[in-house]
């Protein structure tokens, strides 16, 4: 008989250990604030989100390891969405594109050689949608088209006005001769102002773009120099 209530007395105490241990662990769940406060930004005193935040894995250079660092060591460095270069090369390339497609309007009505013709209407297919798209590339960043007080006769490729009279008023050959020189001389600027951007610009859609401009008007240029080729 003291056997058997030995043994109930010890079950007794324990029980009672383990609710004790029960309540305290509540009572201090109880009193700290939730993880769904402080990461929601409750108003619970406790640490900021960031630092509850794990660990962030930094990539290092190249040729160097990855870093572990604090998350509110970790700085946003994603490059700007555009920089003022990009912008001018919108700006420059709008009145670019205009003088190649008024020139190409000439050759329905002028040109003799149905090649000359041919390269005419794939310079306007091309390039007057993409004078809508450098526009509403402006448009959609509230940024203005024209640069008052800028020559842009000063443009790489670009035609003087006496050179686009001389090639009004020529007809059959000889605008065709003036055409592929002034249409071979205006492709190489653009194909230079494009390269240039891909060096200094930091919008991908512009950088996508002026790698087009300068791979199909290269491939352009060398339609236009095999017109004279005897």
């Known amino acids: 008989m003291t056997g058997r209530r030995g043994r109930v007395l010890i079950a007794v105490t324990v029980a009672a250990l383990l609710l004790a241990a029960l309540g305290l662990t509540l009572r201090s769940r109880a009193g700290a604030p939730s993880t769904v406060a402080r990461t929601a930004g409750g108003s619970g005193a406790g640490p900021s989100p960031s630092a509850d935040a794990p660990p962030v894995i930094v990539p290092g250079r190249p040729g160097e390891s990855a870093a572990v660092r604090p998350a509110q060591e970790v700085r946003d460095g994603s490059p700007p969405r555009y920089n003022s270069l990009d912008v001018w090369f919108v700006r420059m390339m709008i009145p670019h594109h205009q003088q190649a ?91 230079t102002m494009a390269t240039d951007l891909l060096k200094v610009g930091v919008d991908q859609a512009l950088s996508e773009f002026a790698n087009s401009v300068a791979t199909e008007q290269t491939v352009e240029i060398n339609r236009l120099r095999e017109l004279t080729t005897p």
């Open 101 to 191: 497609l008024e020139m190409a309007a000439l050759a329905p009505d002028r040109a003799a050689d149905p090649r000359v013709r041919a390269v005419a209407d794939r310079i306007r297919a091309a390039q007057a949608p993409e004078v809508g798209m450098m526009r509403a590339w402006l448009d959609a960043r509230g940024l203005p088209a024209a640069v008052p007080g800028h020559d842009h006769g000063t443009m790489r490729g670009m035609q003087s006005p006496e050179a686009m009279r001389r090639l009004a008023d020529a007809r059959g050959a000889d605008f065709d001769r003036l055409f592929v020189r002034m249409m071979t001389e205006h492709h190489q600027g653009a194909v």
